[in-house]
């Protein structure tokens, strides 16, 4: 178990709004990831954190930012939400599965819905 | 071509059957394989890695060809609760970002 715990787990917001999602984890990983899973899409890469202040993109940036101001927090925020970016979200973090594989391991999810 | 590719199924096989899933990938220097399980609207969960010499955990056999580039889950004596979706992910050489597949969804009924 990586620890790791996302808020809101459900929210509901308008079309223009902010919204921010926390990604919380208890373990000291370094590495942290934010995705979007969406029928017929699968899970894309939103952002991911190497550390503290190091973030990058993956592959659906748009529309979407990122801070990380201490290790065990990894915010994902959507600066004026639209209605495209309902979605499920998953925060992850790096684990070493017990066969000594990096891989990751994903947080309970955060299931947003934009009208 | 996509990167990781999945039958999106749905497989709907009765209890006690016997399921195969296969899985290719497209870059040929791919470190580590893994199939994760995901039940609907829960998050992905790790069910097994997948190794070069092959490995069992159970009723689950994973494999991996690295000539032909596909990974395969094999699931025995399949129980009701076996029933989700079941991810392929490679992690690529350079490393710290996983690709997932897309998922093949499993129905087993009584």
């Known amino acids: 178990d990586a620890g790791i715990t996302q808020s809101p787990r459900h929210k509901v917001t308008e079309t223009g709004t902010p919204v921010t999602l926390r990604c919380h984890q208890t373990?000291?990983?370094?590495?942290m990831y934010w995705y979007r899973q969406d029928p017929g899409h699968g899970l894309r890469l939103i952002h991911y954190?190497?550390?503290?202040?190091?973030?990058d993109k993956g592959e659906v940036s748009d529309g979407y930012s990122v801070s990380r101001s201490k290790t065990e927090d990894f915010l994902l925020t959507l600066e004026s939400a639209t209605s495209s970016q309902t979605s499920v979200y998953f925060c992850?973090?790096?684990?070493?599965?017990?066969?000594?594989?990096?891989?990751?391991?994903f947080g309970p999810g955060t299931r947003l819905l934009v009208l | 071509r996509k990167e990781v590719e999945q039958d999106p199924g749905p497989f709907n096989v009765p209890e006690g059957a016997t399921v195969a899933f296969n899985c290719t990938y497209s870059?040929?220097?791919?470190?580590?394989f893994f199939w994760y399980r995901q039940d609907c609207r829960k998050e992905p969960k790790l069910l097994m890695s997948?190794?070069?010499s092959g490995n069992e955990d159970g009723r689950f056999t994973a494999q991996l060809n690295r000539a032909s580039q596909y990974i395969s889950l094999l699931i025995r004596d399949s129980k009701l609760s076996d029933s989700a979706t079941y991810l392929c992910v490679v992690n690529p050489p350079q490393g710290g970002k996983l690709i997932f597949g897309q998922g093949t969804e499993l129905s087993v009924k009584p």
């Open positions: 954190s190497y550390g503290v202040k190091d973030t």
């Open positions: 870059n040929s220097a791919s470190q580590s």
């Open positions: 997948v190794y070069s």
């Open positions: 373990e000291n990983h370094r590495y």
């Open positions: 992850a973090t790096n684990w070493r599965e017990r066969g000594g594989q990096e891989t990751q391991y």
